[in-house]
């Protein structure tokens, strides 16, 4: 009898605790949800500010500088009086920058996601992915000064009409911090092919490179050509490395031997102070941060649609 009712002391302490416990439980779920949608109102409400502010100050600038001379212009001398404001020659030595990077990091991206995902053990890969990752975690300053320091004198043994800052250099470079994200997300978008597709282009005689080029690369085209447009997102945003080694000259055309000038170089240079607060060449800082921020917004927009229109589903 005693130990009935010991038995039945500890289940109602029990029936308390439990009580107790989905109590908490309860509160938790409560209160979450609104945490929740807090963190995403403040990400909302900074992404408005931020758009907010670009507008306004680009606004002021169009005010004093007309849009046809700032789309048509070919020349950007800000400090010269009076000052022409042409993006166009940013956005040319931005775009040959972009270009030379995806040249470099496009084949390196792809063909180390098909051995990682077709090839590689546990073991190698286990050993490559850490060290990429570290690549990816390098300081884009150090980038710049390696590509000014080390990468530059040597491609001036190969070109010797190649000046100290040039485009060439920083795209290099530049495809080279990129090769990681291109890499990670590819073998990401190759490793979700089932493996029956493998098995079954073994079956039929293909050869292992065979498989990996013709069956799971097409299967994994949508998240490989998502991981290229973001890449070059990332290369158009691309600040310290052009300002340290791209120089700090904006010219129209395609020569990747000479000085350049990106649309971010040029932030960070009118940045350091080379202009007063409410002059000209200070509002056309928010005009190229808006222009860069429509080419960013744009690659992201093409990345989503290709990852929904050529999504496989498996």
Known sequence: MAVQNQVKSFSVQDLIMEKKKKRKLFSAEKVMPIVLLLTAIASVLTTIGILFTLLFETFTFFDRVSIA?????????????????????????????????????????????????????????????????????????????????????????????????????????????????????????????????????????????????????PAAMSGIIASIVLGISRAIGETMIVAVAGGSTPNLGWDVTGSIQTMTAYIVQVSQGDAGYGTTIYYSIYAVGFTLFMFTLIMNLLAQFITRRFKEEY
């Open 69 to 217: 001379e700032f789309l048509t212009a070919e020349k950007w001398y800000p400090f010269s009086e009076p000052g022409t404001f042409g993006i166009m020659a940013l956005v040319s030595g931005t775009l040959r920058v972009t270009l030379i990077a995806i040249i470099v990091a496009v084949p390196l991206g792809i063909g180390t996601a098909i051995y990682l995902s077709e090839y590689a053990s546990d073991k190698n890969r286990r050993m490559i992915k850490p060290i990429m990752e570290v690549l990816a975690g390098i300081p884009t300053i150090v980038y710049g000064f390696f590509a000014l320091t080390f990468v530059t004198p040597i491609l001036r043994e190969f070109i010797p009409s190649l000046e100290i800052f040039n485009a060439l250099s920083p795209g290099i470079v530049i495809g080279i911090m990129i090769t990681p994200s291109i890499a990670s997300l590819s073998e990401d978008a190759m490793s979700s092919v089932p493996r029956t597709m493998r098995e079954g282009a073994l079956a039929m005689g293909s050869t292992k490179f065979e498989t990996a080029v013709k069956v799971v690369l």
